[in-house]
């Protein structure tokens, strides 16, 4: 039996298909009820064509990579396209002052010449199926856990017998339906290629999230696999992976009001969230971890531009840190300029007035009040969990070695004969050296006094301890002191570690802070979190399920959870404020003109100046121009970078990376006028490939379609 939150979403579209397509994540499963509209706005595919079971389909070419981007196969051979962004932590790692492949690009000219990446997966899911009847079995209803755990355990544990599969059942609409993902891991991902920073960021933090755009960001990899062609953890003896099936390159020209499609995993959408919650996102909770972030791009920035080598260190912290940072502020804007908590508010008060016509119903209003006065009251604990993950999580890196490491040190400490003993001091020695290649210690103890501060004046108001420090004598007695704060200090301890180093351990400054003042958090803020964030989930269930019942033909759609989703529209630009109209595609020559505004951010390598004079575009342009980026009306978000952005006969014309300033509302309300996904050109990535940096051997693998 189907469950009614499934039949409902697909009854939407059966009876009221004029409507938009644009917003909205689906679910591969229910694709068959959406054909008809995908075709009549040019699609020439079928649902069988996008996602089976019972033959390949372009599922099998669509993969989640790292566990937060997606990826697609491009070849017979293996080969894996996504963002450069999305590689980036691998770009870095592989880089260093001899091979600056963050400044200068990478192209294994040979497979032999492909780098390894430890802990790297990519996924492949092999079916997605509905089983919300069953996880419901012999419950008392849909809140009844230790039934519900058991009964997923049961399923994840049928759907793997005999295979070499993996799966998960991932509850949907705050465990309305739920849903069990069988996934393929493969485990050997090698590093094929990338192009420079100035091709792969260009624009920097200038650009980022902002459209015009003309990013080239992407990365090439490889899947590697058993003789069997099945996931192998790494060996020298793999093979390159021989897809089920893989993405054929379209070379058709694009024009304005071509049908696109991308086919990714999503990461996370909040589209149900109340007017209180809303107004406590823009006002209070993403301002307050917005000037967090400044702290740390303040002194990442110095750091970086003091030295080669702290560049090449923080290039991936400092990314990462500034992507969310931008995406926040734009965030606060764009739900101000569409006055996002009155549109909420007016959407509630439609939905009181509809409870209140049946007194079954009525549930349903008694949620959305305890939704909104129990944020009302309560959102401190999410603020105070908020930043304390900015402070400990995102924070000084010298939090992240101790907590690595503390396990180890204890096992070092408990070790009983000298093969332990050898063996623990060599774990530990690995960790220590893989932290300390991308740390610094001046930057670090910028970061820890600046974060420090402001973190102090958030939680001295609920703990007492917080209001007794003193920020700048604790930062130097630190990182004056600690073994964690220094590689030579750290390197010296572990290799003189006797029983009574493990005393001195535990009196370290370092140590002594993060466990002192981490126990805060972990022991009272984050289980305090917990227990608001579970009444707001047993709330938000009924709330939800009172949209599917009291409104079964509007538009409804489960927010996104990292599982693999489609989303369709079109190839369009935008009028996103009153007197502003953005094209549809950029060109090559906006990267020259770009460049010579002078923003650093805008800067490229010469070849690249050279070859946009000469308009040397190989057979990659149209009509006289190389498209560099364009946009479209497809609903994404974080975890659909990398995803391809597929034609009307499903194939590639670019990869998903970005979405303009206008649009990062869009997770929580989205605006079909305004919200644009960007999109590098795939024909810019092979030019790149080609043309710029003579990697045309990849491109052979590949087979590009022209009509």
Known sequence: MENRFLLGFIALYLAFGQLRADEGMLVPLVLKAFESDMQARGMKLTAEQIYSVNQASLKDAILQFGGGCTAELVSKQGLLLTNHHCGYSQIQSHSSLENDYLKNGFWAKEKKDELTNPGLTAVRIVRIEDVTEMVLTNTSGKNDQSIINQNIANLVRKAVEGSHYEAEVKAFDYGNAYYLMVKEVFKDIRFVGTPPNSIGKFGGDTDNWVWPRHTGDFSVFRIYVGKDNKPAPYSVENVPYTPLQYLNISFKERKEGDFTMVYGFPGVTEQHVVSEYLKFIVERERPARIAMRDKSLEAIGKGMKSSELIRIQYSAKQASIANAWKKWIGQIEGLKNLDGIAVKQTYEAAYESKAATKPEWQ??????????????????????????????????????????????????????????????????????????????????????????????????????????????????????????????????????????????????????????????????????????????????????????????????????????????????????????????????????????????????????????????????????????????SNHTTGGNSGSPVLDENGNLMGLNFDRSWESTMSDFLFDPDRCRNIVVDIRYVLWVMDIYSGAKHLVDEMALIKE
């Not at 009574?500 to 003042?517: A, I, R, V, W």
């Not at 007197?579 to 020259?592: F, P, R, S, W």
């Open 363 to 632: 549930k349903y209003s008694d949620a959305l009040d305890s939704l909104n006065q129990w944020v009302k009251t309560n959102a401190n604990k999410e603020l105070r969990y908020a930043m304390g993950m900015e402070y400990f999580a995102v924070g000084p890196e010298l939090f992240k070695l101790v907590k690595a490491t503390k396990d180890l040190f204890q096992a070092l400490s408990l070790a009983k004969t000298p093969e332990a003993l050898s063996g623990a001091k060599d774990k530990l020695l690995s960790s220590g050296r893989m932290f300390f290649k991308n740390y610094n210690n001046a930057v670090d103890s910028a970061i820890f006094q600046a974060l420090t501060q402001q973190y102090q004046l958030a939680e001295s108001p609920y703990n007492e301890r917080w209001k007794l420090v003193n920020v700048s004598e604790l930062t130097r007695r630190i990182y004056a002191n600690s073994i964690f704060s220094d590689s030579a200090r750290f390197i010296q301890f572990v290799n003189s570690f006797s029983k009574k180093s493990y005393h001195k351990l535990l009196n370290d400054p370092g140590h002594q802070f993060y466990t002192s003042f981490y126990a805060i958090f972990f022991e009272e803020v984050a289980p305090e979190y917990r227990n608001y964030q579970q009444r707001i989930s047993l709330l938000m269930q009924t709330y939800v399920e009172g949209k599917y019942v009291m409104f079964p033909n509007k538009k409804h759609w489960p927010d996104a959870n990292s599982t693999l989703r489609i989303t369709y529209g079109q190839l369009e630009g935008s009028s996103p404020v009153d007197g502003m109209a953005y094209t549809e595609h950029t060109t090559l020559d906006g990267i020259v003109a770009k460049n010579a505004t002078g923003n650093a951010d805008f800067e490229v390598l010469p070849r690249m100046l050279a070859l946009a004079k000469a308009r040397d575009y190989g057979v990659y342009g149209q009509n006289g121009e190389l498209w560099v980026c364009f946009t479209g």
